[in-house]
């Protein structure tokens, strides 16, 4: 299969899909294409934890705010996967973890004069996912306009601080329902559940789960993704704690 993810809305995506289904008969699966306009940060973190619940993929992500510009397209071999993007760092944590204990190859796409400066999602990236599925991901190597790099866009997600009664760190995402996913682990919290926990000096109990408290009170929990969430019950936890992606935050206890 070939999944697809970008912060495009609609009806852009439709239009890769027609370029890779006119080249390969593969299985198309939407990830999302409404993540955060531009927002690399968002969109590496939703993949991170998306993505490793598939099975070998051709996984094809456009959230490009470098379009049109001197910015490479890459195809990054990730363990059974491959990961076809613009060399923004939004696909490398997601690769990391596809990877395993497993190296990383990365390879550089050659752009030749696609039809559109700013849409490249159409031109260069779904064309390399097709050929990218038509070959395999174990022979990536035989792709007719694809080289071998070293030296590409880092990122990392800001490590927190632990200390043996607090931690300090920031909120990574704000998901739909406004719940302030943070880069704390949720390890901090065991023993805490059932008590409380200061939220930048707001006393706030900790709760497995968001129906623990009641209708619109404020919560701290461990999501899905294992981190530590600012929440709401049947309420956005960002607004309640006064809160945004990138902000820093304390937790003592």
């Not at 990830?31 to 619940?53: C, G, K, T, Y």
Request: glycine content about 10%; hydrophobic content about 45%; overall charge negative.
């Amino acid at each position: 299969m070939i999944t697809l993810s970008s912060d495009f809305g609609s009806p852009y995506p439709a239009a890769m899909k027609g370029v890779i289904l006119s080249r390969t008969d593969a299985r198309l699966v939407d990830i999302a294409h409404d993540f955060p306009r531009q927002n690399v940060r968002a969109a590496a973190f939703w993949l991170r934890e998306v993505l490793p619940w598939f099975p070998p993929a051709v996984h094809l992500v456009v959230v490009d705010p470098g379009v049109g510009t001197d910015r490479a397209a890459l195809v990054i071999r990730a363990g059974d996967h491959a990961l076809v993007g613009p060399d923004n760092g939004v696909l490398l944590p997601a690769a990391r973890v596809l990877a395993g204990d497993r190296p990383i190859s990365v390879f550089e796409v050659q752009i030749d004069d696609p039809a559109s400066h700013t849409f490249h999602g159409r031109d260069v990236f779904a064309p390399a996912a097709a050929r990218v599925h038509e070959v395999g991901v174990d022979a990536i190597e035989s792709v007719d306009g694809l080289e071998a790099v070293d030296d590409v866009v880092e990122f990392q997600f800001a490590e927190p601080v632990i200390g043996t009664a607090s931690a300090t760190g920031e909120v990574l995402v704000v998901d739909g329902f406004g719940n302030a996913i943070t880069n704390v682990p949720g390890a901090v919290l065991d023993d805490r559940y059932g008590r409380s926990i200061e939220v930048n000096g707001e006393a706030v109990p900790v709760e497995r789960s968001y129906a623990h408290v009641g209708p619109g009170d404020r919560l701290v929990t461990v999501g899905s993704h294992g981190y530590v969430e600012l929440a709401v019950n049947r309420g956005r936890g960002d607004e309640s704690f006064d809160i945004s992606a990138g902000d820093d935050l304390r937790l003592d206890w």
